[in-house]
């Protein structure tokens, strides 16, 4: 009996080998570490913001409706709890993507803000600062499209004849991706025009 039993349990998990189990399992778990590292660079530029915002308002006190949107897009940011349930949940996921969406565009209107500040620009700390954030920018980047990697190749293996039925009968679902809030403006070319604009007519 116990031979017919060792026998059974050999060959359930050599099935379960050749259903793909063990590789959904793993590239499930590549998806949670990629987007371990995606988020700890976006904690990374958030830790960044105060310090930033701080340096600006020691030289541009009056831009205070930029800081505040600033330090509102931190804020939202923070709120959001970027665990790995996120991945299973659309709504989340495009909650969490469009807070830090926000952030990247408040910063952007902050780092034009401070162009008009040739003193700030020259600041040793401002300076250190933007240095920071740019190779921070970059780590994103770089996090993100190894997160996209990973949840393309698990999406494909899940849909892939035999594993999908295993991911089937086992409660797997496609993950979401990043995706670009304004997809349909950058699709279209930029209109690049050489010809001086016409003197005004006296």
Do not use: H
């Not at 590789?23 to 660079?41: C, F």
């Amino acid at each position: 009996m116990r031979k017919i039993l060792t026998v059974l349990a050999a060959l359930a998990s050599l099935s379960l080998t050749n259903c793909g189990y063990n590789a959904i399992q793993s590239e499930d778990e590549q998806i949670k570490a990629n987007w371990s590292e995606v988020v700890n660079q976006y904690q990374r530029r958030a830790d960044l913001v105060p310090n930033l915002v701080n340096s600006v308002k020691g030289f541009a006190q009056q831009e205070k409706d930029v800081l505040l949107g600033v330090t509102n897009a931190r804020a939202k940011v923070g709120s959001i709890q970027a665990t790995p349930e996120v991945l299973n949940d659309p709504a989340a996921f495009q909650k969490f993507q469009a807070a830090q969406g926000e952030l990247s565009s408040a910063l952007s209107r902050l780092l034009v803000v401070t162009e008009n500040y040739p003193q700030l620009k020259s600041d040793a700390l401002f300076k250190d600062l933007m240095s920071q954030l740019e190779g921070t920018e970059n780590r994103i980047t770089v996090a993100r499209n190894r997160y996209i990697k990973a949840v393309q190749d698990y999406n494909v293996t899940i849909r892939s004849f035999p594993t999908n039925l295993t991911a089937m009968a086992f409660g797997y679902k496609e993950k979401p991706n990043f995706t670009v809030e304004n997809e349909k403006a950058i699709s279209t070319a930029p209109k690049v025009d050489f010809n001086p604009a016409p003197a005004p007519s006296k």
